[in-house]
């Protein structure tokens, strides 16, 4: 991992009544909610398009393992959480190009790995030939109902538009008794990288993330027990503006659905200068990526 990643540790997890506030910086063990409880500030499906993402990430598949220094930092958390030792069919969603996934069947499991991007199959699939991947789509996963007991998610999901329909599908997928260990990036996140293009007077070119409360309630509605949540910011550090906004394009995650205008170069003196002036410690300009590492059970 790249020493210009940092991650600010999240407390141990810890039980919490759901009336106190969801996304402090810690832990929280839910066992059960409802809709009606009032814990979500109804929120519109994010536009983001699949189409463009699924392009955007396939164009990143050969630069990806070189440039996903916090991904990966991320992921390793995820898998961090789970059992050393795994055993079963485990599905590995948005598996990106396939190290993760090899890791898990290494573990034991009987891993399928599956992303909505042919690239990300296609180079997977050339890495880990003893691993079997599938393009596919998390809101309409192309396989039978009840055929995983173990599904592994990170840095994946926030790219889809129906949180909903993301938690009916685990829900489908699952064997009974079945858990999912999810790492997603949630709103809030590339705060810094905001105020700087507000201060620059730039327009906002953020997705608009589902929050951690919109996702929770789709676990709860879709029949699942959210058994651990976990809130973690993950710092990534960066010399330059240019260095930091290539980390997020390089591995696909500038796309949004949105069409926005290219940068010139007096915009990127302007950003830089704003990011400096705000944000900059030592010289050093920090991005924030705000996740939930959500542990699930299908009962």
């Not at 929280?28 to 699924?54: K, M």
């Not at 990143?60 to 055993?87: F, M, R, T, V, W």
């Not at 329909?165 to 809030?188: F, T």
């Not at 959210?226 to 997020?248: A, F, G, M, P, T």
Request: hydrophobic share 40%; proline share 5%.
């Amino acid at each position: 991992m790249s020493p210009q990643s940092l991650a600010k540790q999240a407390p141990q997890p810890l039980k919490q009544d759901l009336s106190q506030p969801l996304c402090q910086q810690g832990a929280v063990a839910v066992h059960a909610a409802s809709h009606s409880d009032g814990l979500l500030d109804s929120q519109s499906e994010s536009g983001i398009s699949e189409a463009v993402i699924a392009k955007q990430f396939s164009k990143a598949a050969n630069k990806y393992d070189n440039e996903a220094h916090i991904q990966c930092e991320i992921a390793q958390a995820g898998l961090n959480n789970l059992p050393i030792s795994l055993k079963g069919d485990l599905l590995d969603i948005g598996c990106a190009t396939g190290a993760h996934s090899d890791e898990l069947q290494q573990r034991g499991a009987n891993v399928t790995g599956v992303d909505i991007a042919p690239g990300m199959v296609h180079r997977a699939q050339a890495r880990f030939p003893d691993v079997n991947f599938k393009q596919g789509s998390a809101q309409s996963l192309p396989f039978q109902n009840s055929c995983f007991s173990t599904v592994f998610s990170s840095m994946a999901l926030q790219w889809c538009n129906s949180p909903q329909a993301v938690a009916s599908e685990l829900y489908r997928v699952l064997k009974p008794s079945g858990m999912a260990e999810i790492a997603i990036m949630v709103s809030g996140s590339f705060s810094e990288l905001q105020k700087a293009r507000s201060v620059a007077q730039l327009p906002a070119a953020v997705t608009r993330l589902p929050e951690a409360r919109l996702w929770l309630n789709s676990f709860l509605g879709a029949g699942l027990r959210v058994s651990r949540l976990i809130n973690k910011d993950y710092v990534d550090e960066h010399q330059d503006v240019l260095s930091l906004l290539r980390s997020i394009k390089n591995v696909g995650a500038g796309a949004t659905g949105a069409k926005q205008q290219s940068l010139s170069r007096s915009d990127i003196k302007k950003l830089s200068l704003a990011y400096k002036n705000i944000s900059a410690v030592d010289g050093v300009l920090p991005l924030t990526y705000k996740v939930c590492h959500f542990r699930l059970e299908k009962p």
